[in-house]
């Protein structure tokens, strides 16, 4: 049977409570008759030990015990003394076999010089003997009741033994004492009990509300729904569960609830964009055919150029979603070689300055960069070309003329870091962190006349750094426009998953 989880707590709680209240009152009840037994045996043990100790003073003048048989006011003087009350008058008269030492005087107030009585009474389950057995004083006992038997001696030999019959099952004020602290117990037991239910309720229904709010939630969100906020504890008409996990929880969802959001946004927004980027050389092409099959257009090696290089920026466009859809899913291919860094990005730098010079722009690199050592890597070189390429294309299509590119590495604790910034114009701080995000565009102070690119290139750089273990970053430049860091490490140990990662800002 499947149950909620305020009925599993209350019964986990009850249960474990339960199981400690037996425990603890089965060990304390235990404890409390094996002491009070305790109590009693080392009680008679400390009156049967002084009263043989008066017997061995009074029979060190007569041995014989015959002072003892049948002497009802001996056997009483002995008792008066063990417990400590004054001495009585003498009444010489036999005593029966069937009484006890003595009978108990009138209870009265003890004199200030006298101790008083000790509790417990032993005169009536004590038997003297004489050594040879004989009834000498006491009420004689059943056979079968459990004693303790010592030995009476003068000058160390037995002169007479001395029975005691053990204590009996507590009555009067003993029992009531017994009964008392186990009326206690079992209140305290079921007081107990009943507050662990109580409180294993209480703690449940305060842990089950946020946890039925959130699972209300999860189902709207599983349909699609968006909007779906859960109120956090601590604000106005939130559950507090008191639970730190649960509002934990809460507010995580809460924060899924945002990303999933963004995500669904960013999904329309990228069927969007990947619709209008296909759209436009799609266009131009069916536009061009058209006047070609009407005749308005002769197909003519300059028709013809302009219709390859429609085509070739549609292929570029469609090569890099493929690139983007790849990374995505974890498998953009690595092939890592070995080789010398400091050579392959001087190279692949060297490359643009042609481009650059023709745009207006100067691209340099750093003082010092080119005259650096070689630098051992295991990189797939053709992947980081790409990402150099990508870096230097958005800044010489996005920097005004007469403006700079500048390009700069170098390697810190194992790891290469790469650096291509611009002059102005720049980018807002708002729109850093979404520079890597497909498709995105900044706005139009950062674009040259008929420079415009597919907003893929920094995306594909963003997966290419993550493929080799890297991370990738952009900030304001010194130059006045944007800066792109890069880290790399010298040798990734292996390809991690591309999954989409935090941007960077």
């Known amino acids: 049977m499947r149950l909620r989880i305020a009925h599993q707590l209350s019964l986990l709680l009850t249960a474990a409570v339960v199981l400690a209240v037996l425990a603890v009152g089965g060990v304390s009840l235990w404890s409390l008759r094996s002491g009070f037994g305790d109590y009693l045996r080392q009680r008679d043990e400390a009156q049967l030990t002084r009263f043989i100790q008066l017997l061995e003073r009074r029979a060190a003048a007569d041995p014989s015990m015959d002072w003892l048989r049948g002497n009802r006011e001996a056997q009483r003087d002995l008792m008066d003394e063990l417990s400590g009350r004054p001495l009585r008058p003498r009444i010489d008269r036999p005593q029966e076999p069937g009484e006890g030492l003595a009978e108990p005087p009138p209870r009265r107030r003890p004199p200030p010089h006298r101790r008083p009585a000790e509790a417990g009474n032993i005169a009536d389950r004590i038997v003297v003997l004489d050594v040879r057995g004989d009834w000498l ?24 033994f001395v029975e005691l019959v053990a204590e009996p099952e507590p009555e009067g004020i003993d029992a009531r004492f017994l009964q008392r602290q186990t009326t206690g117990m079992l209140i305290t037991a079921f007081s107990t009990i009943a507050i662990a239910l109580l409180a294993g309720w209480w703690v449940a229904r305060r842990w089950s509300r946020p946890l039925r709010q959130l699972q209300l939630a ?40 945002v990303a999933l959001a963004k995500l669904e946004d960013s999904r329309r927004h990228w069927i969007a964009r990947i619709s209008h980027e296909l759209r436009t050389p799609l266009a131009v092409l069916r536009g061009e055919m058209e006047s070609i099959e009407d005749g308005a257009r ?20 469609v090569d890099d979603l493929h690139t983007l859809a790849v990374a995505d899913l974890g498998q953009l291919p690595c092939h890592f070689t070995a080789g010398d860094a400091q050579s392959e990005l001087t190279r692949m ?23 650096l050592p070689a630098i051992p890597t295991q990189w797939d070189f053709g992947r980081i070309e790409q990402l150099l390429s990508n870096l230097l294309e958005n800044s010489l299509r996005y920097t005004r003329a007469p403006g700079q590119v500048h390009v700069h590495w170098r390697t810190l604790e194992d790891t290469l870091h790469l650096t291509v910034e611009d002059s102005a114009p720049g980018v807002a701080a708002a729109q850093l962190d979404q520079l890597f995000d497909p498709l995105f565009r900044v706005d139009s102070a950062r674009t040259r006349t008929g420079q415009h690119g597919s907003g893929l290139g920094l995306s594909i750089v963003r997966a290419i750094a993550q493929a080799h273990n890297g991370t990738v970053a952009a900030s304001a430049s010194r130059l006045g426009g944007l800066a792109i860091q890069v880290s790399l490490p010298l040798e990734p140990t292996q390809q991690p998953p591309l999954g989409r990662q935090p941007r960077h800002s």
């Open 298 to 317: 002769q197909p003519t090696p300059a028709v013809m150029a302009s219709l390859r290089e429609e085509v070739a920026q549609l292929t570029r466009l």
């Open 137 to 160: 004083a006491g009420r004689r006992q059943p056979p079968h009741l459990a004693r303790t038997v010592r030995a009476v001696q003068v000058n160390g030999a037995d002169v007479a």
């Open 349 to 371: 730098a060297r490359r643009f300055e042609t481009r650059a010079a023709q745009l207006g722009l100067v691209l340099a690199l750093e003082p010092g960069a080119h005259a």
């Open 218 to 257: 999860t189902h709207r969100i599983a349909r699609g729904e968006q909007g779906v906020r859960i109120a956090v504890p601590g604000t106005p008409g939130a559950s507090r569960s008191g639970a730190m996990e649960i509002d934990e929880l809460v507010t995580d969802v809460n924060a899924m609830v």
